[in-house]
């Protein structure tokens, strides 16, 4: 298997314009987890999905962020209006079970926001 | 309050042990210890966890106190390539992972 594949790996774009972030987890995972890393704040959890279906979205900072996962091989994170402030590194994760909880990352998104 | 403490650096000499030492002293019965590393620029990557008993893989070793209340990962024979963010996590079984700020490792030539 490829690995949890994260498309584009670098985004630049206007503040204003919607960005939407593209995640394929790993066959067979049922979780698909999408994080926010900044220097500020670190690693924080957004949202995850078990079998496609919003588990916990307590991590979503506002409404400007949206996430789906249509099928069990794509899921996107989208982000409209873009503000500066939501310039970040983008990771996704899948796993089979949160019982041993064993996540495998994406490469990340880098989000620039001017 | 943080479940875990990790020290914020720490240096290894290449060919050395690397042993990075986590804190959980307020470490609940049915939560396990995880631990992450993330490589400069990269995703985090799943290293190791346990419960109660000492573990190892192909990567690293897991020592956890009898009480629990603290952990060491191991790594036996340090590389270049082992430079990383290492993340000690305690989490329930079935619960999001919650990501701290965990220890600089850096291994020197």
């Known amino acids: 298997d490829a690995g949890v594949i994260q498309s584009p790996r670098h985004e630049v774009t206007e503040m204003g314009q919607e960005v939407t972030l593209r995640c394929k987890p790993i066959?067979?995972?049922?979780?698909l987890f999408w994080y926010r890393q900044t220097m500020m704040r670190g690693l924080e959890l957004l949202i995850y999905?078990?079998?496609?279906?919003?588990?916990?979205d307590s991590g979503m900072p506002e409404d400007r962020f949206s996430a789906k996962m249509p099928n069990a091989s794509f899921s996107t994170l989208k982000i409209q209006p873009s503000e500066p402030r939501d310039s970040a590194v983008y990771f996704c994760?899948?796993?089979?079970?949160?019982?041993?909880?064993?996540?495998?990352f994406g490469a990340g998104t880098r989000l620039s926001v001017l | 309050d943080a479940k875990t403490t990790q020290p914020t650096s720490m240096d290894c000499a290449e060919g050395r042990a690397a042993n990075l030492p986590c804190n959980h002293s307020t470490i609940s019965g049915n939560e396990y210890v995880y631990w992450y590393r993330q490589i400069h620029s990269q995703g985090p990557q799943y290293i190791i966890h346990g419960l109660k008993n000492n573990e190892t893989n192909e990567m690293a070793s897991l020592i956890i106190t009898e009480d629990r209340k603290s952990s060491t990962l191991i790594l036996p024979h340090a590389t270049l390539r082992d430079t990383a963010v290492y993340y000690c996590?305690?989490?329930?079984?079935?619960?999001?992972?919650?990501f701290g700020e965990g220890t600089q490792l850096t291994v020197n030539p």
């Open positions: 996590i305690v989490q329930d079984s079935g619960s999001r992972l919650t």
């Open positions: 066959s067979g995972h049922d979780y």
């Open positions: 994760a899948s796993a089979q079970s949160l019982a041993k909880n064993i996540q495998y």
């Open positions: 999905f078990n079998n496609n279906v919003p588990i916990d």
